[in-house]
């Protein structure tokens, strides 16, 4: 047979080439997309991470403690390429507030910063120089005009250089006449900004020295002098960042009455390196990496990960040490590796579809050569060979592979295209673009495999074609067989029985038992946890085990509905053929007849319905778990991260921003204890938090109904600005002792719990920084008060405290003279509080003798009853009170009561007692908490390791007491345990672990009593603990541009992390995304692979029966009856594989979704509309079909079959 012949042939058939062409590239196409979608993906969650991320982290810093030379550069340029596009290059000193600002040490002594001496023209630092009360950070800037603007002055430049100026050898007079040495005006310029020079008391021309004068009679300063105050172009320049001691200096806190300023300087570049770098505890040579993203893609983000690696491996060891990092490298690592792990999978499970639709494939052929049997059976029965007939198919079918392979990698685009508008893919990506995404070598490589199977299928069904006769064709068509040939070997029940058997291989590899396996099975969220828990040993899809039992098991459960196909067609068969009507037993006679024709169309419906049902459940399923992982992570929908310290939330009203149905404060602090692991403690309000996120109701339920923290003390009105207080005070003087000085201590707290000390007296004494240069004594305190008569104490309350301050304890900070004890009475009467304006509000007269002022037995404004008495309390005791009337003047007219405190002072631990009065202060009673099962079994005990052995894990009820290291200091915590969770909490995260899941340890508890008790002990002005993350719950998902410019408004607002991005970074997860995403689309090319098999179908079918369909009609068939018939028969076939399809893919589903691993770890869910609408689009297809086919029938009479028979 020849070629000539052989493409004539091809010509004639052109038609349905075509069609079989179409249906090759389907699948050549399906085959060649799974690893373009994982890039695709991946390129996806590339481009969003670094499109999202903050600019400053893309940069690339390098900080070096040697300066950085030209190898470095060229290293940089090596390994970054155009990668890097800019840098900004800085120098710093390194700074670390010291207690005190000193520069007398002996040699050797380590710096932490570098401090100032007054300049005295003429004095040799050698001998001494009078110390400035202040330490400096230098600095220097490469391109510093460019970055401020000159107010006053000009910008530093670099004058003569040390060796240029030595004055080694010079007399003093030849060091005044060139003005070097001891008599320089100044060895190097700097410049400042106008806050600095507001605050430190600085001008043009300032000059100090800064360094180190030693005991030993040596020194190592350099002298400044100032030449210009500058200001920032622009504030918010990242360059700014971590450099705030240039633009604002700091307050040094030096103890609690007294405070420092340290500020800092900007000199040239290469000036510092002649003068600074050797008087500085060390320098930090700083560059800042400008990158350019957009040259970073799905291909080359490992090379880049990699090349950083070796950026910081090789700038290490060029400068000695030098430490660079990123928060670029975090965002590209690891996707070489997600490829990786993802393409093996879907590759197996492409490999698993492609058999699906190959045997759609061979279907097809299998109908067309059954069409064209009389013409094969005519050429073998006149003496064609097989060999020849073998030929003519091979030589076909191989030129509609070649052509399937060329255009594959192409029609996987189409279908990514498709996908990225339509589908699981287009919700994940959310409106992103592949943008210019590369078809990876795999996907051609697995073309040319499709185009292969594709050849070799379509060449096998020609081979039983080529063999049969003209005769044998015959008998075939009159008496089908009545059974599939696979029934005869048991093939279902063998893949049944081989799938069950991979089943339980996997469970053994996990687990090692057998017995729990049908719990697994029968509960699909422990199923679904197992596997979860277990990844490295089950191997999830990367194992070809798994896939295999899900292959084998959906495949033997659709032969096995073949099987008794036929048996329930013939019952069925049976209950018709009691019917007078002709059309339903007839249709079920054409279906019982001939099964096995049938059949092939069956298993077709029920391999596209499996995988269109599979892919809805595992979307619907990601979906849910995604959101759900995402929000448990975030914390709600939103959550906004706050310090604090530079922002009060108190009167934010989150509710009215855009989107937001509802809020919970919670604090969350990290804290240890008993020097074992670390574990996580939150605080929240339990009605606020079930009120906002009704789905943790549950977890907090122990927490409710708990009465909320009472409050010690008197509120101070919120205006009030001065706190005074009338005192009456006993005489004490003798010749050798003065009248005693009275003074009260009077402790605050703030509306966190933050306490703070006021003293009041006639004449508080501070320590005042003065001028640069310049010092200041302290004052010699206050004088003895007037005794006998009422004299006004007051003090000036804090201003950074969250307001309103209470009033909880006073204590007698009385002195007299060197006395270490003595006892003393004092009258109190008439405490009230003034503004700004002077205005005066009352706050105690005593008339009402109120009963909450009683001497203290309590340290702390929430002590707790866990808390045992120590000798902190005994500095507090020696104070008796009585309400008392007339005993002394009264201080008004109307006010004649007065509180009498009788004290004794005396040394306590070499510490002068403070006897003190309570005001309405109660203990704090055990506080309730709700524990996971982790920190319960960690804590079980008091001891370490084996210490606790055979002590159970603390349950509801359990009693504990913790001493818990919060970061700023250690807090005393007594807790009763209301509950045990093992399901985790929000922000938790869940650590995984060879022997299974181990939640993180953490401990949930009242928001306010925690934030008070961690308050009285660690917090301070300018460190406080509050409310750090507001949850926001968003109805919509999604946070609107508007929500998000009205959070960045908040004050003290830090970060906001929203589940949506991170749903989207779980949607885009490189294996479940592609798995979901293929059967999608394998869905899809199997739906229209059916509709071709079945428009094949219907064409063999409609010229198979076209005579008997005339016959009838002349008879006087209705013509509706053809419909009706044709109409039960499909109904008969498709109906039921309607069925089976869908329960066959939701098993599907059901066993893939545990190998996925998804987020969320849920159960296998659908959306019914979806499956509706998907049964629907199948349906609909096959009735346009069958409707075009029983209208070309109803229309065709016997003399036109018989015209059609002699054609």
């Known amino acids: 047979m020849t070629l000539n012949l052989i493409f004539k042939r091809m010509r004639r058939e052109w038609r349905v080439l075509s069609i079989l062409l179409l249906a090759v590239c389907l699948v050549t196409g399906f085959l060649a997309l799974g690893p373009l979608?994982?890039?695709?993906?991946?390129?996806?969650?590339?481009?969003?991470?670094?499109?999202?991320?903050?600019?400053?982290?893309?940069?690339?810093?390098?900080?070096?403690?040697?300066?950085?030379?030209?190898?470095?550069?060229?290293?940089?340029?090596?390994?970054?390429?155009?990668?890097?596009?800019?840098?900004?290059?800085?120098?710093?000193?390194?700074?670390?507030?010291?207690?005190?600002?000193?520069?007398?040490?002996?040699?050797?002594?380590?710096?932490?910063?570098?401090?100032?001496?007054?300049?005295?023209?003429?004095?040799?630092?050698?001998?001494?120089?009078?110390?400035?009360?202040e330490c400096y950070q230098p600095f220097a800037f490469e391109r510093l005009d460019q970055l401020v603007n000159v107010v006053e002055g000009r910008l530093p430049e670099r004058l003569a250089t040390p060796d240029m100026v030595n004055a080694a050898g010079l007399s003093e007079e030849q060091q005044a006449a060139q003005q070097i040495g001891i008599y320089n005006r100044g060895q190097t310029e700097a410049v400042i900004t106008p806050e600095v020079a507001e605050t430190a008391r600085l001008e043009l021309g300032s000059r100090f020295y800064m360094g180190q004068v030693f005991t030993d009679g040596t020194s190592r300063v350099t002298s400044v002098v100032i030449v210009g105050i500058v200001e920032p172009k622009n504030p918010s320049d990242p360059i700014w960042t971590g450099n705030q001691m240039f633009l604002r200096g700091a307050e040094v806190e030096v103890n609690l009455t007294t405070t420092r300023y340290d500020w800092g300087m900007a000199f040239d570049p290469a000036a510092y390196q002649d003068w600074v770098a050797p008087v500085v505890p060390g320098t930090s040579y700083i560059w800042r990496i400008h990158t350019n993203p957009d040259v970073i893609n799905s291909n080359n983000a490992g090379e880049y990960s990699a090349a950083y690696t070796s950026l910081q491996n090789r700038l290490g060891t060029a400068l000695n040490g030098a430490q660079t990092f990123s928060g670029l490298a975090p965002l590209i690592s690891g996707y070489d590796d997600r490829v990786k792990e993802a393409e093996g999978p879907i590759v197996l499970l492409s490999g698993a579809v492609l058999f699906i639709m190959?045997?759609?494939?061979?279907?097809?052929?299998?109908?067309?050569?059954?069409?064209?049997?009389?013409?094969?059976?005519?050429?073998?029965?006149?003496?064609?060979?097989?060999?020849?007939?073998?030929?003519?198919?091979?030589?076909?079918?191989?030129?509609?592979?070649?052509?399937?392979?060329?255009?594959?990698?192409?029609?996987?685009?189409?279908?990514?295209?498709?996908?990225?508008?339509?589908?699981?893919?287009?919700?994940a990506l959310d409106g992103a673009s592949f943008g210019n995404l590369e078809t990876p070598v795999t996907s051609y490589l697995l073309s040319i495999a499709a185009g292969a199977a594709c050849v070799t299928f379509l060449s096998l069904p020609a081979y039983p074609a080529a063999k049969k006769s003209l005769l044998r064709l015959k008998q075939a068509t009159s008496r089908p067989p009545t059974k599939p040939f696979w029934t005869s070997f048991f093939l279902d029940f063998v893949l049944i029985i081989a799938g069950i058997g991979f089943v339980i291989r996997m469970y053994w590899i996990a687990d090692g038992r057998i017995k729990d396996l049908y719990r697994y099975l029968i509960n699909p969220a422990k199923m679904v946890q197992f596997v979860a828990d277990h990844p490295s040993q089950?191997?999830?899809?990367?194992?070809?085990?798994?896939?295999?039992?899900?292959?084998?098991?959906?495949?033997?459960?659709a032969l096995f509905w073949l099987r008794i196909f036929p048996m329930l067609m013939g019952f069925v068969s049976r209950i018709t053929s009691r019917r007078k009507a002709l059309t339903g037993p007839l249709a079920v006679w054409n279906i019982e007849r001939n099964p096995g024709h049938y059949a092939q169309l069956i298993l077709l419906l029920i391999g596209t319905l499996a995988l269109g049902t599979a892919s809805l459940g595992l979307t619907a399923t990601r979906e849910a778990g995604g959101w759900r992982q995402a929000q448990k992570e975030i914390g709600g929908s939103a959550r906004v991260e706050i310090n604090p310290t530079q922002g009060d939330i108190t009167n934010v009203a989150w509710d009215r921003f855009d989107g937001v149905a509802d809020s919970a404060n919670v604090i969350r602090v990290t804290g240890t204890a008993l020097g074992r692991e670390?574990?996580?403690?939150?605080?929240?309000?339990?009605?606020?938090?079930?009120?906002?996120?009704?789905?943790?109701?549950?977890?907090?339920?122990?927490?409710?109904?708990?009465?909320?923290?009472?409050?010690?003390?008197?509120?101070?009105?919120?205006?009030?600005?001065?706190?005074?207080?009338?005192?009456?005070?006993?005489?004490?003087?003798?010749?050798?002792?003065?009248?005693?000085?009275?003074?009260?201590?009077?402790?605050?707290?703030?509306?966190?719990?933050?306490?703070?000390?006021?003293?009041?007296?006639?004449?508080?004494?501070?320590?005042?920084?003065?001028?640069?240069?310049?010092?200041?004594?302290?004052?010699?305190?206050?004088p003895p008060t007037p005794p006998e008569q009422w004299v006004t104490l007051s003090g000036y309350l804090p201003v950074s405290g969250r307001l309103p301050y209470r009033m909880w304890r006073i204590g007698m900070a009385s002195r007299q003279g060197n006395l270490d004890s003595f006892t003393h009475k004092v009258y109190l009467d008439y405490w009230q509080t003034v503004d700004a304006n002077g205005i005066a509000t009352p706050l105690e007269s005593y008339e009402t003798q109120p009963a909450g002022w009683q001497?203290?037995?309590?340290?702390?404004?929430?002590?707790?009853?866990?808390?045992?008495?120590?000798?902190?309390?005994?500095?507090?005791?020696?104070?008796?009170?009585?309400?008392?009337?007339?005993?002394?003047?009264?201080?008004?007219?109307?006010?004649?009561?007065?509180?009498?405190i009788e004290y004794s002072v005396r040394r306590v631990s070499g510490r002068s007692t403070e006897p003190s009065v309570m005001i309405d202060t109660l203990p704090v009673d055990r506080i309730p908490a709700i524990i996971s099962g982790k920190f319960a079994d960690v804590f079980r005990g008091t001891g370490q390791g084996s210490a606790n052995r055979g002590i159970p894990p603390l349950e509801v009820g359990s009693e504990r007491d913790l001493n818990v290291d919060v970061g700023p200091g250690t807090v005393p915590f007594g807790f009763r345990v209301v509950g045990v969770t093992n399901e985790g909490f929000p922000t938790i995260d869940r650590r995984v672990t060879d022997d299974g899941t181990i939640e993180a340890a953490f401990i949930i508890v009242p928001l306010d009593v925690t934030r008070a008790l961690m308050n009285q002990q660690t917090g301070g002005p300018s460190s406080f603990f509050d409310t750090n993350q507001v949850w926001l719950n968003l109805p919509e998902r999604e946070p609107t541009d508007k929500l998000k410019q009205e959070i960045a408004q908040v004050p003290g607002v830090t970060v906001t992390r929203f589940a949506w991005d991170r749903f989207g970074q779980i949607q885009r997860e490189p294996l479940p995304s592609a798995v979901a995403g293929l059967l999608y689309v394998g869905f899809i090319v199997s739906l229209i692979l059916s509709l071709l098999d079945f428009a094949f179908y219907i064409i063999v079918t409609a010229k198979q029966r076209s005579f008997t369909f005339g016959v009838l009609r002349s008879l006087g068939w209705d013509t509706n009856n053809i419909w009706r018939l044709l109409l039960f028969e499909n109904l008969a076939l498709v109906v039921p594989a309607l069925i089976i399809g869908t329960l066959l893919g939701a098993g599907l589903a059901y066993l893939l979704l545990p190998f996925l691993i998804l987020a969320g770890n849920e159960t296998l869910q659908f959306k019914p509309l979806e499956v509706v609408l998907m049964l629907v689009s199948l349906v609909g297809g096959f009735g346009v079909l069958l409707t075009l086919t029983a209208t070309w029938l109803r229309s065709m009479s016997v003399n036109q079959v018989l015209r059609l028979g002699e054609e």
Not at 538 to 557: F, Q, Y
Not at 757 to 764: G, N
Not at 864 to 877: E, F, M
């Open 678 to 782: 670390s574990f996580v403690l939150i605080g929240v309000n339990p009605e606020e938090f079930a009120t906002a996120f009704p789905d943790y109701a549950d977890e907090v339920a122990g927490l409710r109904d708990v009465p909320a923290l009472t409050q010690p003390g008197i509120v101070l009105p919120d205006d009030a600005n001065q706190l005074t207080v009338q005192v009456w005070s006993q005489s004490l003087a003798t010749e050798e002792v003065p009248e005693p000085s009275v003074i009260i201590s009077v402790y605050l707290i703030d509306a966190v719990g933050t306490p703070y000390l006021l003293q009041l007296s006639r004449d508080a004494g501070t320590n005042v920084t003065g001028p640069t240069g310049e010092t200041s004594e302290p004052d010699a305190g206050p």
């Open 37 to 133: 979608y994982i890039r695709a993906v991946t390129e996806v969650d590339i481009r969003s991470a670094l499109d999202s991320a903050n600019p400053e982290e893309l940069k690339i810093t390098v900080v070096s403690d040697v300066p950085v030379d030209q190898n470095a550069e060229n290293i940089i340029k090596e390994e970054l390429g155009p990668l890097a596009v800019g840098v900004d290059r800085y120098i710093r000193a390194q700074y670390t507030a010291p207690e005190a600002p000193s520069g007398q040490g002996d040699p050797g002594t380590p710096q932490i910063a570098v401090c100032g001496f007054v300049m005295v023209l003429g004095a040799n630092p050698d001998d001494g120089l009078p110390g400035a009360n």
């Open 855 to 900: 001497p203290a037995t309590f340290v702390s404004p929430f002590s707790g009853t866990w808390v045992p008495l120590d000798i902190a309390q005994r500095q507090i005791g020696g104070a008796q009170i009585q309400y008392v009337q007339n005993e002394v003047d009264p201080v008004a007219q109307d006010d004649s009561t007065a509180l009498k």
């Open 358 to 427: 190959l045997y759609h494939l061979v279907t097809t052929v299998s109908l067309i050569l059954q069409q064209q049997g009389t013409e094969w059976s005519s050429i073998s029965s006149r003496g064609g060979s097989t060999f020849q007939l073998m030929k003519l198919q091979f030589i076909t079918v191989f030129l509609l592979g070649f052509i399937g392979f060329v255009v594959g990698p192409y029609l996987s685009r189409i279908f990514l295209f498709f996908m990225e508008r339509f589908g699981p893919l287009a919700q």
């Open 538 to 557: 089950t191997g999830g899809l990367k194992d070809p085990g798994n896939l295999l039992s899900m292959a084998l098991l959906v495949t033997g459960i």
